[in-house]
């Protein structure tokens, strides 16, 4: 197995695995552990990968994205955390959107029970969930329906979306950067996404460290158009600081 066929087999069971350590891997290879670590320097040099400390979790790609099902298997903790202080930004808000994804649905479960809400989403998930509460009216956004994340997408969705003004919006992204701004794989996915955040007087990213300092293929929003980050402690303060220059109030739980 030759550096580049060893790449593509770290990379491999980067996405299946969803993260991969140094010494395991070394030893599968039957590698030296730097020799590892230079393949996984050069796969993140390449974008295709985060390192972390003794091991490598696999970065969204145009070519490659996480399931649901596979998104709540990490950090769940942390998710947690920061869908409870995300639910805690409500305000006098009536109208809500909630992105698909994982973080979103557990602020969907955060949301208080007997407010009176309209929720607008493109979550199949999400709008089951919600439409057996009495109190909350959900409006699910039509269109195609993307399996990986069961959430709709497309045209349908987009001008669905350009018919209402919605006063808050708790949106994910697959990448946060200060460069790139929020990004996420699929073009059609983005373009929902950048609708919300046209629509929207408030916007809420709600999503864990590991999203920061990322960038994916679609670019839908600034950092100047989020009015506030919702993150846990993991991510440094001072990286926390430099995004809130761009004008975010930045929250780490």
């Known amino acids: ?3 580049s066929e060893r790449r593509q087999r770290i990379l491999a069971l980067a996405r ?4 991969v350590d140094v010494r395991k891997l070394a030893a599968e290879l039957v590698v030296a552990a730097e020799t590892v670590r230079r393949d996984l320097h050069r796969l993140e040099q390449q974008g295709l990968v985060r390192r972390t400390h003794g091991g490598a979790y696999p970065v969204e790609t145009a070519r490659f994205e996480t399931t649901l099902d596979t998104r709540t298997t990490r950090l769940v903790t942390e998710k947690r955390r920061i869908a409870a202080a995300a639910a805690q930004l409500l305000g006098d808000a009536e109208s809500i959107f909630i992105d698909e994804g994982y973080t979103p649905q557990l602020i969907a479960e955060a949301l208080p029970a007997e407010r009176a809400l309209t929720v607008v989403t493109a979550s199949l998930d999400t709008a089951a969930m919600l439409a ?4 909350t009216t959900v409006l699910l956004l039509g269109g195609r329906v993307r399996g990986r ?3 709709t997408v497309d ?3 987009i001008e669905m979306l350009a018919g209402f003004v919605i006063d ?4 994910g992204a697959n990448g946060i950067s200060r460069e790139h701004g929020l990004t996420t794989p699929d073009p059609a996915v983005a ?4 609708q919300v955040v046209a629509v929207s007087r408030r916007v809420v990213f709600a999503g864990v460290h590991t999203k920061f300092g990322a960038s994916s293929f679609c670019r839908f929003a600034d950092v100047t158009d989020v009015d506030t980050i919702v993150t846990d402690a993991a991510l440094p303060a001072s990286e926390a600081h430099r995004y809130s220059l761009l004008g975010p109030v930045v929250q780490r739980v």
């Open 149 to 151: 994340t069961r959430a």
């Open 155 to 157: 045209h349908w969705a």
């Open 16 to 19: 299946d695995q969803g993260v």
């Open 191 to 194: 373009a929902v996404k950048a």
């Open 132 to 135: 057996a509460s009495p109190a």
């Open 168 to 171: 808050l919006a708790f949106v």
């Open 1 to 3: 197995m030759n550096a």
